[in-house]
């Protein structure tokens, strides 16, 4: 549905203020906007007009530093001494080994001899005799 410019009941165009200040607006930020050759020419600048009196020193002292703690590392860093020698596995015992001797173990490391009785104990336990007699403890 279009409108005529000539209806009596239209109503007034209420965008006719917003677009007024809008264009307010556009003529505000272009007063305030530099004109384009100056950023041009602002941005063609080198880099050695635009120093900054602070790099150079903190630029050396950061690697000042840093030479300082390589040094202090340097010097305190000692060489690990040398691990001890490792026995040759000739050599070595188990730490358990002593749970292997065993009370009767002389049974297992010798031959036995037919006819012959085992020779056990010490001489005193035979007497002149050469017959054997039981060991017995004594009392307290």
């Known amino acids: 549905m279009t409108r005529r410019h000539d209806d009596h009941d239209a109503k007034p165009d209420g965008d006719a203020d917003?677009?007024?200040a809008f264009a307010a607006l556009r003529?505000?930020?272009a007063a305030r906007v530099p004109a384009?050759?100056?950023v041009l020419a602002g941005a063609s600048r080198s880099a050695a007009d635009r120093r900054r009196p602070w790099v150079l020193p903190?630029?050396?002292g950061t690697v000042a530093a840093a030479a300082l703690v390589v040094a202090v590392i340097a010097v305190t860093?000692?060489?690990e001494p040398p691990p001890p020698p490792v026995a040759s596995i000739e050599q070595w015992t188990a730490p358990t080994d002593f749970l292997l001797e065993t009370p009767g173990r002389e049974f297992l490391e010798t031959v036995p001899r037919i006819g012959?009785?085992?020779a056990i104990g010490t001489s005193e336990a035979a007497d002149e005799s050469g017959s054997r007699r039981k060991k017995r403890s004594t009392s307290p």
Do not use: K
Request: charged share 40%; no cysteine; hydrophobic share 35%.
């Open 18 to 20: 917003l677009r007024a």
């Open 27 to 29: 003529e505000e930020d």
């Open 36 to 38: 384009f050759d100056a």
């Open 58 to 60: 903190s630029l050396t």
């Open 77 to 79: 860093h000692r060489p």
């Open 116 to 118: 012959e009785l085992p």
